[in-house]
């Protein structure tokens, strides 16, 4: 029962471990300042391995190159 405990917390604290390390090791990359069209305000953002999007209050998602900065493109949201 004591083997079964120890084992049980050991894996628990190496699962904390794994996804501390996961999510703060090397952050990606982003730039500074993000210059979004004229009167564009940001709702949302997210990112993925080359990119990263900003999803706007006037219903558009821009999406942007991670290394240059630039935007890619530009996607209206219909209702």
Known sequence: MTVLTATMIGGVL????????RFYDHPPPLP?????????????????DSWFA???TDNRI????????????SIAITD
């Open 14 to 21: 190496l699962i904390i471990a794994l996804i501390v390390i």
């Open 32 to 48: 500074e300042t993000i210059t979004l069209p004229d009167g564009a305000t940001a709702r949302a953002f997210t990112r993925g």
């Open 54 to 56: 900003v999803v706007t």
């Open 62 to 73: 821009l999406i942007y190159d991670r290394v240059t900065g630039s935007l890619r493109q």
